[in-house]
């Protein structure tokens, strides 16, 4: 499919996202691609730890925007370098999903984030049926900057999200065969069914499944994994993926797809795997080349995205 945008049309789109408590301007109508049908409600951040270059993709709109175009906005990452991160902030309205651009050195086990560990924090808003970026600042986050308590305590609770999820990786990583090093992975939430009794009346107590996690090994095998007799155990045979040899963490990435699904992505092959189960063992079900829905010479080294259920009003800092 012939990508239709222009390196003039990119910048004279303008300003592409909102800043937080700023104002908005129209996306660029003439990135757009059809066809492509990736899975529907996902805001996908993509981004080149070499070049610097940075990119949004909205499955609904199938539309792409130059993250870069503007050097005014917080999460403008020209010349910069970071990494990714996905973070599921618990607030009043429940999941608040905000994107993180860490340091491309920051280690949590070196220590709780501070302003200095990171880029940018960014998470999305909906006005008008469109989805719109907004992002924070390290500045905004400086103690010595008057930063207000609120702000201290995300960076706390980013901490223990951070530290939470070392944990979990650590445990995968345990968990796999010999001779397999762990790369990167997901873990579903756990689900909860209601059990109906005789007169349709409902259990008060709540039956809770195994939540599958999804491990990509630096060999580029697939493993899935659940937790059964208190330690995480293979639940099927490891699968390849199409083009894919090896992995390395930093070329790589698994965003949730959809409730029984993940995509993968490989700087390696440049495509995107959906990984999925309808009922029998997760396999590769589909896979998409990156230089069909995005920029000529634009090569990705990882991605994040947020999905349509994490849309909450943000946390106003």
């Known amino acids: 499919m012939k990508i239709q945008t222009t390196t003039m049309a990119l910048l004279l789109s303008g300003v592409l996202l909102v800043g937080c408590g700023g104002g908005g301007s129209s996306s660029n109508n003439d ?4 066809d492509i049908n990736l899975p529907d ?4 951040i993509f981004f080149d730890n070499v070049s610097s270059k940075q990119y949004l993709y909205n ?16 999460y403008d990452m ?6 990714l991160f996905l973070w599921n902030h618990e607030s009043a309205t429940g999941i608040d999903q905000k994107i993180v651009m860490l340091n491309e050195d920051f280690d949590i086990n070196e220590g709780n984030i501070t302003h200095t560990g990171f880029q940018y924090l960014g998470h999305f808003h909906e006005e008008n049926n469109e989805k719109h ?11 010595d900057n008057n930063a207000s308590a609120q702000k201290l305590a995300a960076l706390t609770a980013l901490s223990s999200t951070l530290l939470e999820q070392e944990e979990i990786k650590t445990e995968i990583a345990e968990a796999l065969p010999s001779g ?6 997901f873990v579903f939430e756990h689900e909860e069914h209601e059990e109906e009794h005789e007169g349709n009346e409902t259990e008060e107590h709540h039956e809770e499944e195994t939540a599958a996690h999804i491990a990509l090994t630096t060999t580029g095998s ?17 699968f390849a993926l199409e083009g894919v040899s090896s992995c390395e963490s930093d070329k790589s990435a698994i965003i949730k797809a959809s409730d029984h699904g993940v995509i993968i992505f490989s700087a390696v092959s440049q495509k995107l795997y959906l990984v999925d189960n309808h009922g029998i063992d997760f396999h590769q079900h589909s896979s998409w080349d990156i230089a069909k829905f995005l920029p000529a010479g634009f090569t990705p080294t990882t991605l994040t995205a947020i999905t349509e259920e994490g849309d909450h009003d943000h946390d106003h800092y």
């Open 59 to 74: 499955t609904d709109s199938e539309k792409y925007e130059d993250m870069n175009a503007d050097e005014t906005q917080n």
């Open 133 to 143: 970026f907004a992002a924070h600042s390290p500045s905004e986050f400086d103690p």
């Open 41 to 44: 409600g996902l805001t996908m």
């Open 31 to 34: 990135n757009m691609m059809t």
């Open 180 to 185: 397999e090093s762990l790369c990167n992975y």
């Open 222 to 238: 697939v493993y899935v994994l659940a937790e059964q007799n208190g330690t995480l155990q293979s639940t099927q045979a490891a």
């Open 78 to 83: 020209t010349g910069k370098h970071g990494k």
